[in-house]
């Protein structure tokens, strides 16, 4: 089982930038993915971003369209964290933003992950 609790969440105007974590405990396999996912009132949860390693080492980091050169995320291996940061943040990213594993090669798809966080509500103001 792995267990992930995200923060970062909150208000911010547009323009701006917030930070998001989302530390993991429990078990994880050497090469593993994590990934975030947002849901936007009334519409489906949608791929932001993961990012993929195996032994170790960061393999591999892909990003939705909407959000290439605006977020990035990254990994803190002794933290067993990821994080995303998130700059120049539109109305449109309004969303709760999700945390998601699993051991998987690295996917956009929602149902190939195994474990959720509970979310962090991003909301920005125009």
């Known amino acids: 089982q792995v267990q992930l609790v995200e923060s970062g969440g909150g208000l911010v105007q547009a323009g701006g930038s917030l930070r998001l974590s989302c530390a993991a405990s429990?078990?994880?396999?050497?090469?593993?993915?994590m990934g975030w996912f947002r849901q936007a009132s009334g519409k489906e949860r949608e791929f932001v971003s993961y990012?993929?390693?195996?032994?170790?080492?960061?393999?591999?980091?892909v990003y939705a369209d909407s959000v290439k050169g605006r977020f990035t995320i990254s990994r803190d291996n002794a933290k067993s964290t990821i994080y995303l940061q998130m700059n120049n943040l539109k109305s449109e990213d309004t969303a709760v933003y999700y945390c998601?594993?699993?051991?998987?090669?690295?996917?956009?798809?929602?149902?190939?992950?195994?474990?959720w966080g509970q979310g962090t509500q991003v909301t920005v103001s125009s």
């Open positions: 990012i993929r390693w195996s032994g170790g080492w960061t393999t591999w980091t």
């Open positions: 429990g078990r994880t396999n050497s090469t593993y993915t």
């Open positions: 998601a594993a699993g051991p998987v090669a690295g996917t956009r798809e929602v149902y190939k992950y195994d474990y």
